[in-house]
């Protein structure tokens, strides 16, 4: 701010300019969310739900509670009084979720670590975990201006 | 040749502002991703590194909405004071020299100096490019960083969405939401009541030493002096 008149200097404009486009480089690295992690993509996310319910399908309880998220399982041990793996087959959810194992994604929405998979009757809700994703929330239904109503959540 | 610590003498007022703008791009990041772990955690998900969180929308939105904020200001700053006056403040030039001045003020094409910048010299596009050069690098940075705001931005708060079990948003939803708009206004508003601030303070208060004011014993009617 202020009016001042630089004095004139000798400037190495080539380093300069290298220097210049290495650091934008890097800026534009950075700022572009990609960074150096590889992350895991939407159709992987589709791949998590489709064996989730592929399990559900052959009623195996155990290798569809390996695709939640430890707070999901945690949540629905809590609320069911039993195993993960029966839970999921048992009762009312149980049906729930058998009825809807024959669908298959239409699509997936990923931002940062977080996922979004749609499904004919059903929303599914993930996270990453390493280098994949989990379930943090199935059997979604919409609810208009609130967050979806699912059968089987996390906290 | 010229000694390091003449360098560093000659050039103090970038590097002090360069080293804390990167102490304070340190300090952001190590509490922005304790504030990221917090709401994973509030969600029972698990926390990241701060490697992993600089590399964030989540981080990136937190970065360029304050940039574009700050060359907005600089950018309105720098064409406002061509046009624009204020009695008594060394911000604003003097009361008659409102405008883009003469050529032989700016001492361009034939009033140029054998110092004069290169592209100052001969008249032509280079001169015109180069006389709003300043207004341009600014404005461009801006919307390039506000670009970047509304990007990571949408990214960012999409994934606050999935995470509470809520619908993502597009881009360009996105341009309509008011956390976007929040986000702007709010700096924005700062930005703006800091140079009015200094336009205004800089009548009345002083600092001996500094461009920015007034020599201490100036009167508050004199317009366009630095100290």
């Known amino acids: ?51 989730f319910y592929d399990a559900i399908a052959r009623a195996d309880g155990p290798a569809a509670c390996d695709l939640l998220a430890p707070v999901t399982v945690e949540a629905l041990e809590d609320d069911a009084d039993e195993p993960c793996g029966d ?4 009762g009312k959810l149980g049906e729930m979720l058998t009825s809807r194992a024959g669908q298959r994604p239409t699509s997936a929405s990923v931002a940062g670590r977080q996922a979004q998979v749609l499904l004919p009757s059903d929303v599914v809700f993930l996270t990453v975990s390493g280098t994949g994703w989990l379930i943090t929330a199935v059997g979604c239904d919409e609810r208009p201006d609130r967050p979806y109503d699912c059968a089987v959540e996390g906290s | ?5 003449t360098r560093a003498r000659e050039n103090g007022l970038s590097l002090f502002f360069g080293t804390i703008f990167v102490a304070a791009v340190v300090g952001q990041a190590v509490s922005g991703v304790a504030l990221f772990n917090e709401e994973q955690r509030s969600a029972g998900l698990g926390p990241i590194t701060i490697a992993e969180y600089v590399t964030t929308s989540a981080f990136a939105v937190d970065v360029t909405e304050n940039w574009q904020s700050e060359f907005l200001q600089f950018l309105l700053y720098v ?13 604003s030039k003097p009361l008659d020299d409102a405008g883009r001045e003469s050529d032989e003020e700016q001492k361009v094409a034939e009033h140029a100096t054998p110092d004069s910048p290169a592209w100052a010299r001969a008249r032509g596009w280079r001169l015109r490019l180069y006389s709003r050069s300043l207004s341009l690098v600014m404005g461009t940075i801006f919307v390039l960083s506000w670009l ?29 939401l008011p956390d976007f708009w ?7 508003q700062s930005e703006f009541l800091a140079v009015a601030a200094m336009v205004i303070l800089s009548i009345y208060l002083r600092e001996r030493g ?11 009617t004199s317009t366009g002096i630095e100290g």
């Not at chain 1, 300069?16 to 992350?39: D, E, F, H, P």
């Not at chain 2, 040749?1 to 610590?5: G, K």
């Not at chain 2, 970047?148 to 509470?164: H, L, P």
Request: proline content about 6%.
């Open chain 2, 148 to 176: 970047t705001q509304s990007v990571t931005g949408s990214v960012a708060y999409s994934e606050a969405q999935m995470r509470d079990l809520q619908d993502p948003v597009t881009w360009t939803e996105y341009l309509q």
């Open chain 2, 210 to 220: 500094s461009p920015e004011s007034k020599p201490v014993g100036t009167p508050h």
């Open chain 2, 182 to 188: 929040s986000r702007t206004f709010q700096n924005w």
């Open chain 2, 79 to 91: 064409v406002a004071t061509v046009f624009f006056l204020q009695r008594g403040s060394p911000e």
């Open chain 1, 87 to 90: 839970a999921l087959l048992d």
């Open chain 2, 1 to 5: 040749m010229t000694s390091i610590r």
């Open chain 1, 1 to 51: 701010m202020g009016r001042a008149y630089a004095r004139p200097v000798t400037l190495r404009s080539g380093r300069r300019r290298s220097l210049a486009t290495c650091a934008t480089i890097a800026v534009a690295a950075v700022l572009s969310g990609t960074g150096c992690t590889a992350r895991p993509t939407s159709a992987a996310a589709e791949s998590t739900v489709t064996a």
